[in-house]
């Protein structure tokens, strides 16, 4: 299986095969403009501290969530997240994901790579 690499919107790395799930929410922050909305991806992980004796809800397991880009409205955040879904199940190689304004961009990651290797921006090219 490819090792894949997404981007948040934070700066860190998530491992791809981490993602149970690629969605939009609307941003609720108020110097955002009305309409603004982010991808988001769900990930497999527990989330609580797992102490039932002193917090019975502390123990919840469920996916967490990282914001992967922050959009003026919603129907560009659906078509970067329905883009990055389409990249995510034909992925082969290894890469680096990354987003840049509506694009998603992807990197090839191999033994040639370096900080200023290009994105080819579309699919995975043959290493």
């Known amino acids: 299986m490819a090792q894949l690499w997404v981007k948040t919107h934070g700066g860190d790395w998530l491992r791809a095969d981490r993602i149970i799930e690629i969605g939009i929410e609307t941003v609720r922050e108020p110097h955002d403009g009305p309409g603004a909305a982010e ?27 990282r914001v992967l880009g922050r959009y003026p409205d919603g129907d560009t955040a659906q078509r970067v997240a329905d883009q990055l879904v389409l990249i995510l199940l034909s992925a082969g ?33 043959p290493c």
């Open 39 to 65: 991808v988001v991806a769900r990930l497999a992980v527990a989330a609580g501290g797992g102490n039932r004796k002193h917090d019975p809800d502390s123990s919840a397991v469920g996916p967490s969530a």
């Open 93 to 125: 190689k290894n890469a680096q994901i990354t987003f840049e304004d509506e694009d998603v961009l992807v990197r090839p990651v191999h033994e040639g790579t370096t900080h200023d290797s290009p994105y080819n921006g579309r699919a995975l090219d």
